[in-house]
């Protein structure tokens, strides 16, 4: 029992824990913790190193589900608490997961936090656009004029984009997949997981009963290939039947390009550089909708705040040079008399 | 007192005294936290009891001149036990007429007032709301004055330094606490010392506060204003020892360090900066060296996220803030509580409610911390008493909430943060080690709610260890697995557990100061304990009056026998910074007819209006008595 779970090579099925999976028939959270439960196996972390962290809302469920370390924390908090776990232990692998209620409604202030310190941490935002488990009003990334029980005529509020969000945020790594492809997940979850720093990825999941088909413009099977644009690092970004269809700017604004079978695509395509130092690029992509971008927007290396407080601590006790005992803490700074 | 830097005094006579109080009061940029500060270590170090009572505006700098820009520090120093700052100040050193004026009700007649005569002029007075010069028309006629140019004075002192003008004026501060120096008779060479270091690499600086320092000593033995300097030995009663002096937010930082070594486990402070508790913060990001994990969180929810999370993942989780941020970390709390998880959280009480008066004690948060959350949410509850307590009870805290895996509050205030008093260093070794339910291995499935038949905490089993993977979490837990539970009876069941956690607490019986029974307990809790003390001591023996004390440590549980102390007394009265908090509790609780007293100033008791009101307790007993 106390053996490390590392040595034997595991399996999906290590990863499923004995609680029977409650939401509703058809969502699409199924495939996304069938995508995670998969990708576990292959990243060579221990079960029992690995954590799941969630706030509250349907996908708040989630780490009962995970035969890992697991916290089912208060609406909108769960950054704050997979802060204080990776502080405490860095050694540990945490993911985080939320939605667009939880994480950028109640708990966008800890969520914007948790991105700009550089937290080791894997954030997983389920959007369905719409709150779920309070029975559907509409949500911070709910499209203007939206319908639901809260707002009969329409809501007046407008949408919050939650890539330019956690670009804004100063993420090191932000992402966006979608729940109908298993593959796409695992890709994207996987290269989350090996990134050293805060992981955000943006995930589109259908509500079939409150919301359901929200995304259905962009990522029906028929649909898909006219309106998603798969990134990858150092190739132009192209997308559309035989991939004949590109991005160009034309100043700042990106325009859709098409060239014909047979033909040289052309020479000013956008590359798609992931590493780019400066964040405008990712904005770019992530403001399309015409093609819709999936994949890694952006990628890049700064000092995780975890790694910065274990340097600080380092650094404090080789200056002590080991004097730091209680007796020595309780003279520290102050003058001292005996009577 | 040193030969070398300390001058020879001709004349003038040594007056002994067994306790002095002595109140600083100027701009809050005229430096009179340091000041007193100075006066308080230089007083310690030479072996006299001291409390201090810093009292500072919530503006950083409110207009010059002004009376919201007051700030004052007060200290008492004896020979003998010295509990309280004192009631009222036998010296008062004003540096300008808003701080004159400000402080002139707390005087008695007869009381010394140096006042900084430069600073009443036309301007300065009008800012101060002054018609006429009090300095010269004879509005205090009951007080000795002694005017002392201290602007002028400072200035020819440190004619010759290569000082602006303006840094030359703030060095006046240090000709004022060598007046006061020689008029105590305290040697400089301590606050020599703090000078060198806090000035280190800028000798301009250190010369030019230096000097001051030292022309103001030699101004007050030399000029006539004083025609005896006053002497305060060294105090008999502190046992053996090696001694600091520590605040009540020092105390609480060195508990929780402590706390966590003795337990065997980090230390995990989550904060957001707030007034009066910021100093634990601060205190706690210089202990790196000690393995300390400080994190300075977006706000105060995410401190005691933060802190909850720390704990879940195997340190010591601690939170610090004041009335409004617990009022922010309720929900939180909550969780800890419903996924039985160890958590200190110190409350700083201050001023209230909302934004209150951040700078003033209070005492007005107990019965939030009691009930201040959704669903029936027990939390232990302590309460130190004195600045150096906060040590000892912040051990304590931490020892019942990581052995009952709970959450327990500090209920410290403004008054014990900043005052401060000798703290003999406790022997490390001698304090307990501290031992929660860690598991690392289980028969059969894991059992993450299987409670010990004792102490009714749970295991705590930390991520990392192979087999014992489990999950937490806000929803109702079937005891033993810990598995989500909507049953009725396990949620009444469970309810009754947490509730039972917290009785269950090894907490020290009531300790009553004074006769065991009589005509009347005084029944206190916290910071007003110096003060309750003074004056349950001065009217025994005075009066000789069968009167005690029982100051409650422990608010949560109260001590086991409280209930049969407090029926051994006639009366009970119950003073409090609040409308009645401890006193609803007891009543509630023990069906007492105890009284209240209560004082919602944002001021500590005095011990002379505690006198009085004990005096009036004491006659309508025996009036009761009379009529039968």
Redesign the interface.
Known sequence: ?????LPKKLTRKDFV?D?EVRWCPGCGDYAILAAIQKVMPELGV????T?F?SGIGCSSRF??Y?????????HG?A???????????P??TVWLVTGDGDGLSIGG??L??LLRRNVDIKVLLFNNRIYGLTKGQYSPTSEQGKKTKSTPMGSIERPLNPLRFAIASEATFVARTYDTDVKHMGQVFEAAARHKGIAFIEILQNCVIFNDGAFDPWINKKAKEETLAFLEHGKPITFGAGGRKGIRLRGFAPEVVTWGEGEAPPADLVVHDAHDASSAPAFLLADLEAPMVMGVLRQVEAPTYDAG?VG??E???E??GG?????A??????????? | MSATTTPSRPGKPILEFERAVVRFAGDSGDGMQVTGSQFT?TS??I?NDVATFPDFPAEIRAPAGTLPGVSGFQIQFGSVDVHTPGDAPDVLVAMNPAALKANLRDLQDGATIVANKNAFNPAGLKKAGYEQNPLEDGSLAKFRVIEVPLSDLTREALKDSPLDPASVDRCKNFFALGIMFWLYDRPLD?TY?WIRAKFKGKQVLIDANELALRQGYYFAETAEIFTAHYAIK?ASH?????????SGNEAIA?GL??AA?KAGI?L?Y?SYPITPASDVLHALS????????T?Q???E???????????????L?VTGTSGPGVALKA??I??AVM?ELPLVVVNVQRAGPSTGMPTKTEQADLLQAMFGRNGECPVGIVAPATPAECFTLTVEAARLALTHMVPVFILSDGYLANGAEPW???D?DAIAPITPRFV???DGPFRPYAHDPETLSRPWA??????????????EKWDGTG??SYDPDNHHHMVALRAAKIERMQVPPAEVMGPAEGDLLVLGWGGTFGALRTAVEQVQREDGAAVSLCHLRYLNPFPPDLGEVLGRFKRVLVPELNLGQLWTMVRARYAVPAVKYSKVKGRPFQVAEVVARLREELAQARAEVARG
């Open positions: 029992m106390a053996e490390s779970t824990s609680q221990p079960r029992e190193k954590v962290v780490p009962y995970m035969n890992t370390y697991g916290f089912h924390t208060i908090r950054p704050t608490f997979a802060t204080g776990i990776k502080c405490a232990r050694d540990l202030n800890h914007l936090h407080l600080q601590i650094r404090a006790r200056r002590a004097k730091a005992d209680l007796a803490l309780f003279r520290e700074g102050a003058e001292t008399w005996t009577v | 270590t310690a170090l072996g301590p010392t060294p502190l046992p053996p020892g090696e001694y600091r002096q520590i060195l360090v402590t070594r980090d995990f989550g210089r202990y790196k060296a000690h393995g300390v994990k994190f969180a977006e706000d929810i995410a401190a005691v996220g933060a802190a909850i999370g720390a704990s879940f993942a195997g340190a989780g929900e939180a909550g969780l996924t003999r260093l406790p490390p690392t291995s289980s930390l991520p990392g260890t192979p087999g014992l993977e489990h999950r937490l979490g806000g929803l598995n989500i």
